[in-house]
């Protein structure tokens, strides 16, 4: 078990001793968590701590919550650089029930018709929310994404300016997404960085422990209250 942690370790290097415990018991490890965290610290695998850049205090506000999935969507851009110093722009869009990763859209430019493609997309393969929540940006602020919401009946919740905490389920998901995957690989092109970036969205959907989903993956939790709804519904 403790070469086996070692390898997960290596597989995961932003995956902290919780989540290895996770993997561990998914293999059928008998572990307890005290036991994990030894063997964690015996193999030095402990994680860098980042480094946080104290802000000053401000009152906090609670994003709406969600009981359905498809209920609200979420999502914002993260950016990052090729090998050759050019930069490019990745629009990320979350179910804030179910946390799945629905899009991981990667160009050098990315406007707010490129948006409503997305939109589109998912629209035709997943159905539509009733609300998406989104920050000020100009992508979003756009006269397109408004002519989309407005024709598909799809309200737009704009967050204060300068309070991403009211987005924290998207700005949670591009937290993770630039530890785990933009801060860990090297894009040589943008055809690179899009296979990297899909491939991560994917193990983050299918495989990836999710604290708040009880250690299940988001597609795999979201598969789970599927079934049960439906059973739910034949009873009745």
């Known amino acids: 078990m403790r070469g086996r942690l070692k390898e997960l370790a290596q597989e995961r290097p932003r995956f902290g001793y919780?989540?290895?415990?996770?993997?561990?018991?998914?293999?059928?490890?008998?572990?307890?968590?005290?036991?994990?965290?030894?063997?964690?610290?015996?193999?030095?695998?402990?994680?860098?701590p980042k480094k946080r850049k104290r802000i000053a205090s401000s009152q906090r506000v609670r994003p709406a919550g969600t009981t359905a999935i498809n209920q609200m969507w979420s999502m914002d851009f993260v950016s990052d650089t090729l090998s050759c110093g050019r930069r490019f722009r990745g629009l990320n869009i979350v179910d804030c029930h179910s946390r799945e990763a629905l899009c991981t859209e990667v160009d050098t430019s990315l406007t707010g018709q490129r948006v409503v493609r997305s939109l589109q997309w998912l629209g035709e393969t997943r159905g539509l929310p009733h609300t998406i929540q989104v920050d000020n940006g100009p992508e979003f602020t756009g006269r397109a994404l408004d002519e989309w919401a407005f024709q598909n009946?799809?309200?737009?919740?704009?967050?204060?300016?300068?309070?991403?905490?009211?987005?924290?389920?998207?700005?949670?998901?591009?937290?993770?997404?630039?530890?785990?995957?933009?801060?860990?690989?090297?894009?040589?092109?943008?055809?690179?960085?899009?296979?990297?970036?899909?491939?991560?969205?994917?193990?983050?959907?299918?495989?990836?422990?999710?604290?708040?989903?009880?250690?299940?993956?988001?597609?795999?939790?979201?598969?789970?209250?599927?079934?049960?709804?439906?059973?739910?519904?034949?009873?009745?």
């Not at 700005?171 to 997404?177: D, L, T, V």
């Open 18 to 48: 919780r989540r290895l415990g996770v993997l561990l018991r998914r293999e059928g490890h008998e572990v307890n968590l005290k036991r994990v965290l030894r063997l964690y610290r015996e193999e030095g695998l402990k994680l860098r």
């Open 153 to 236: 009946r799809v309200k737009l919740h704009f967050i204060e300016p300068g309070k991403p905490v009211q987005n924290a389920v998207i700005e949670s998901f591009n937290g993770k997404m630039r530890d785990e995957c933009l801060n860990q690989e090297w894009f040589t092109d943008l055809n690179q960085a899009r296979a990297s970036i899909e491939k991560w969205r994917e193990d983050y959907n299918v495989f990836r422990p999710h604290s708040s989903l009880g250690n299940l993956a988001p597609a795999v939790w979201a598969q789970q209250q599927n079934l049960a709804k439906n059973l739910y519904a034949q009873v009745r």
